[in-house]
């Protein structure tokens, strides 16, 4: 009976230490792409509504976040509208589509995925669920593997109500890092392209 005891204890013991290596000590670096554009600086919780809470990991259009393997860079919002006569994706009564468009880029020597379960999004501080389209929407998703030192285009899709202020996209791409590691991304309706 001690020695089982003693064999569960020292399992237990490896899992914990196993589990501690694997949450990665991840600053997120938040780089500008274009320099004519302005980036936001000390926004103040008022502005900022829950789930945002730390300003160095948020970026809008034309900025990069970077978190461990991943970097990532809105590059551009817009919205979807299918006009097609026969089989369409339409949004339902009173929303649009809005599509957030990104640049993907694995710095690791590793191929990595983009896991779509590691998302959360928020539409003026109500939770929403990404849209896949069936029909005309050209473009991948941003879900899905990339290969060692490549990168990928995708995009995220949403339907939201017409009167929509602000989309905020967080990926995390490690679930078992603290709050610095999640990339939050920002739009505002006067984004749209």
């Given at each position: 009976?001690?020695k089982?005891?003693?064999?569960?204890?020292?399992?237990?013991?490896?899992?914990?230490?196993?589990?501690?290596?694997?949450?990665?000590?991840?600053?997120?670096?938040?780089?500008?792409?274009?320099?004519?554009?302005?980036?936001?600086?000390n926004?103040?919780?008022?502005?900022?509504?829950?789930?945002?809470?730390?300003?160095?990991?948020?970026?809008?259009?034309?900025?990069?976040?970077?978190?461990?393997?991943?970097?990532?860079?809105?590059?551009?919002?817009?919205?979807?509208?299918?006009?097609?006569?026969?089989?369409?994706?339409?949004?339902?009564?009173?929303?649009?589509?809005?599509?957030?468009?990104?640049?993907?880029?694995?710095?690791?020597?590793?191929?990595?995925?983009?896991?779509?379960?590691?998302?959360?999004?928020?539409?003026?501080?109500?939770?929403?669920?990404?849209?896949?389209?069936?029909?005309?929407?050209?473009?991948?998703t941003?879900?899905?593997?990339?290969?060692?030192?490549?990168?990928?285009?995708?995009?995220?899709?949403?339907?939201?109500?017409?009167?929509?202020?602000?989309?905020?996209?967080?990926?995390?791409?490690?679930?078992?890092?603290?709050?610095?590691?999640?990339?939050?991304?920002?739009?505002?309706?006067?984004?749209?392209?």
């Amino acid at each position: 009976m001690k020695k089982s005891l003693s064999a569960l204890l020292l399992v237990v013991c490896l899992l914990i230490v196993t589990l501690s290596a694997c949450s990665e000590n991840i600053t997120p670096n938040k780089s500008t792409q274009s320099p004519d554009e302005s980036s936001p600086t000390n926004e103040s919780s008022e502005t900022d509504p829950p789930p945002v809470s730390d300003a160095s990991n948020v970026a809008r259009i034309g900025e990069t976040l970077t978190v461990d393997w991943l970097q990532i860079t809105l590059d551009s919002v817009t919205n979807y509208v299918d006009d097609s006569e026969f089989l369409s994706d339409k949004p339902d009564e009173g929303k649009e589509f809005v599509v957030l468009w990104f640049t993907a880029k694995n710095t690791s020597e590793e191929d990595e995925h983009i896991n779509m379960f590691y998302e959360d999004s928020y539409c003026d501080d109500f939770s929403i669920k990404s849209e896949s389209f069936l029909f005309h929407l050209t473009g991948e998703t941003l879900w899905g593997d990339i290969a060692a030192g490549k990168a990928s285009k995708g995009y995220v899709a949403y339907q939201v109500p017409t009167d929509w202020d602000t989309i905020e996209f967080q990926y995390q791409p490690n679930l078992f890092g603290n709050s610095a590691s999640k990339m939050i991304f920002k739009a505002t309706k006067s984004d749209i392209e």
